[in-house]
T-cell receptor, first 114, second 111 residues
Framework: EAQVTQNPRYLITVTGKKLTVTCSQNMNHEYMSWYRQDPGLGLRQIYYSMNVEVTDKGDVPEGYKVSRKEKRNFPLILESPSPNQTSLYFC?????????????FGPGTRLTVL | KQEVTQIPAALSVPEGENLVLNCSFTDSAIYNLQWFRQDPGKGLTSLLLIQSSQREQTSGRLNASLDKSSGRSTLYIAASQPGDSATYLCAVRRYGNKLVFGAGTILRVKS
């Protein structure tokens, strides 16, 4: 089944404790991205990647890191999480290029930073 | 800067009604527009994608239209059912890669 998977689905952590949220897709998509969703602010892009070893900042990159060492994986790293990073996070992917390429989303990771 | 607005913010209708959700965007230089459904606490499910050169797309009881020049899209849901209750999001993709999302319309279909 074609899908985007994220782990963990739920995470409660404390301020300053480094964490990684994994994202993997099995559709051979070149383009992957991370979004966060907050009440009243909607979905905002954090980082995106056009292909392996090519990443760039989205609208709200502060406090986050990403890497793209393999085409299928795009982990989101919070080096020193803070309470304002409590949010619902989504990973997404699609084929690069073409206006017909729809974006697929993972199931989300709900992160709480205490 | 691209801004996407969805009206209404919330909608409650009796089962069986036909309904229209509206999406407007400020910059007509878009690549495509995508409608998503989001159930509470869940991920986003793609419903329809309309390329910038298209006027509408249909899937089952759903029909989405696009008027790029006026910066508007509508999602028409025919014969609504309680299972259609969810948040509906529209997102435009600019000539680049980022999707810009609206805040969503929360739909409740009463049985």
């Amino acid at each position: 089944e074609a899908q985007v998977t994220q782990n963990p689905r739920y995470l409660i952590t404390v301020t300053g404790k480094k964490l990684t949220v994994t994202c993997s897709q099995n559709m051979n998509h070149e383009y992957m991205s991370w979004y966060r969703q907050d009440p009243g602010l909607g979905l905002r892009q954090i980082y995106y990647s056009m292909n392996v070893e090519v990443t760039d900042k989205g609208d709200v990159p502060e406090g986050y890191k990403v890497s793209r060492k393999e085409k299928r994986n795009f982990p989101l790293i919070l080096e020193s999480p803070s309470p304002n990073q409590t949010s619902l996070y989504f990973c997404a992917s699609r084929h690069r290029g073409g206006s017909y390429n729809e974006q697929f989303f993972g199931p989300g990771t709900r992160l709480t930073v205490l | 800067k691209q801004e996407v607005t969805q009206i209404p913010a919330a909608l409650s209708v009796p089962e069986g009604e036909n309904l229209v959700l509206n999406c407007s965007f400020t910059d007509s230089a878009i690549y495509n527009l995508q409608w998503f459904r989001q159930d509470p606490g869940k991920g986003l499910t793609s419903l329809l994608l309309i390329q910038s050169s298209q006027r509408e797309q249909t899937s089952g009881r759903l029909n989405a239209s696009l008027d790029k020049s006026s910066g508007r899209s509508t999602l028409y849901i025919a014969a609504s059912q309680p299972g259609d209750s969810a948040t509906y999001l529209c997102a435009v993709r600019r000539y680049g890669n980022k999707l810009v999302f609206g805040a969503g319309t929360i739909l409740r279909v009463k049985s």
